[in-house]
């Protein structure tokens, strides 16, 4: 590609996302802060669904400061139902590093940006050129998907052999003068112009340099390796109702949902019954004495799928008394709602009525 066609697609970018882009509330800010947060949820999470959460996580932490002092039940309360909870910690990690090592003040340099928890090469490009104008080009999906097909680069895209090729190609269409509005840009085409299926190529305003359109092989492109294979999982959830209370306990293991609350849990290789169930030496821990649990009022299979795990979960309803399975907390359902809990919990209790 010439140094002509380079300065012509840099400028072709910048003019349509003048005109295209989508007014967002972390656009429009140099604020460090608000951009690592709006990076952050959005890493995992489309736009409309993280609007909000962004919003009310601002307005929660309101800077590094407030983010520090909270406890973690607190931040992982606010980030409920987003999933991926490793960022919410990693957040909290984050900001206490920022108040210790750079004396509360939000890194400006490249190198500090991405020694915080959390944060990428990716997160750190887009810190670095969208609060200080420093020359770093992102790389996410949309941009993957829009240097594939511009290239036709058949790499596939979750190597690191991709990570390599397609840098050097976004570093090649950087403009350097304009870092910030250039990785917006070329963003902001992925996300509305050069979309997974049906790109508007027509209409598009770097169509003539694009050599996948030229070549009428666009739906080749981006080239993905096999899909990810998941784990199946069985998790049989004891939904015990008692005078208007539960009971719940904390997931402490290193497993999914590090630090949520659930119901008390036995994980199993398959289904189980009822009958199953109560031969189930985790289940039985869970009781000192023997219970006289004789039967179940109601049994509710929910699927719950996650990017590398599907989850089988059932939740067994016991309307019983006097009945407190060891280490867990007993709550109100009104008290449920301050803990930090699973989404797939949140749908069940929702099923329920209850929350
Ligand atoms: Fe994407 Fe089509 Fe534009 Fe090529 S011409 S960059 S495939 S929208």
Known sequence: MTRKEILTIQTKLLNWYHQNKREL?????????????????LQQTRVKQGYQYYLN????????????????????????????????????????????????????????????AGIGEYTASAIASFAFQLPYAVLDGNVYRFLSR????????QTSEAKKRFNQYATLLLNKKNPDIHNQAIMEMGALQCTPT???????????????????????????????KQRKRFFNYLFIVENGS???????????????????????????????????ETFNSYFQEECNLKSV??????????????????FFVLNVVKLKPQNTLEVTFEELKQYPITRLIEIFLEKQKLY
């Not at 511009?150 to 895209?157: A, G, K, S, W, Y």
């Not at 009971?247 to 609350?261: P, T």
Request: proline share 5%; charged share 30%.
């Open 25 to 41: 509330p972390w656009r429009n800010t140099t604020n460090p802060y608000k951009i690592w947060i709006s990076e952050i949820i």
């Open 198 to 228: 049906s790109p508007n190529c027509v209409e598009c305003p770097v169509n003539e340099h694009c050599k996948a359109f030229e070549m009428g092989k666009i739906e080749m492109f981006p080239v993905k390796k096999n899909k990810i």
């Open 150 to 157: 511009l290239f036709v680069d058949e790499t596939p895209i």
């Open 297 to 314: 009022s109601s049994i509710i299979d929910i699927k719950h799928v996650l990017t590398h795990q599907k989850i089988m979960a059932r």
């Open 246 to 280: 539960t009971f719940i306990q904390k997931r402490e293991e290193k497993d999914i949902w590090k630090n949520l609350y659930e119901f008390p849990l036995v994980e199993s290789e398959k289904v189980l019954d009822w009958e199953e169930l109560i031969k189930n």
């Open 57 to 116: 996580f601002i307005k929660r932490f309101p800077n590094v400061k407030s983010l520090a002092e909270a406890e973690e039940q607190e931040v992982l309360k606010q980030w409920q139902g987003l999933g991926y909870y490793t960022r919410a910690r990693n957040l909290h990690k984050a900001s206490k590093m920022i108040m210790c090592d750079f004396n509360g003040s939000f890194p400006t340099q490249y190198k500090d940006i991405i020694s915080l």
